[in-house]
């Protein structure tokens, strides 16, 4: 693999050295509801008045970043991932998604 660099602070990062490859998705919660004025149907709700193409749609329903972090970044990234300058990170038992 080529040389990289941090995609957060920019340190150049050699083949062997330690980076970090962060994948980020974010998928639409949906509850099974949705509020319509004048419903007609669902698809024309859904790709009619709020977006402007099902591509949009889709984009608002599941998107996808990677990133790839340097071994300092990667600790500071995981430890407040939404920068609240916090100390640690709580995990919310909410959480439906998981990877592995
Ligand atoms: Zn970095």
Do not use: W
Not at 8 to 35: R, T, W
Not at 53 to 67: D, K, N, R, Y
Not at 76 to 86: A, E, M, V
């Amino acid at each position: 693999m080529a040389d990289q660099l941090c995609d957060s602070c920019g340190e150049y990062l050699p083949e062997g050295s330690a980076k970090y490859s962060i994948h980020i998705q974010a998928v639409a919660d949906f509850d099974g509801i949705i509020y319509t004025e004048d419903s007609t149907s669902l698809e024309e709700d859904l790709t009619g008045s709020v977006f402007a193409s099902v591509e949009e749609m889709g984009e608002e329903v599941f998107q996808e970043v990677a990133f790839i972090l340097c071994d300092n970044c990667k600790r500071k990234f995981l430890q407040d991932p939404f920068n609240r300058g916090t100390s640690f990170f709580k995990v919310s038992k909410n959480i439906k998604y998981l990877f592995h």
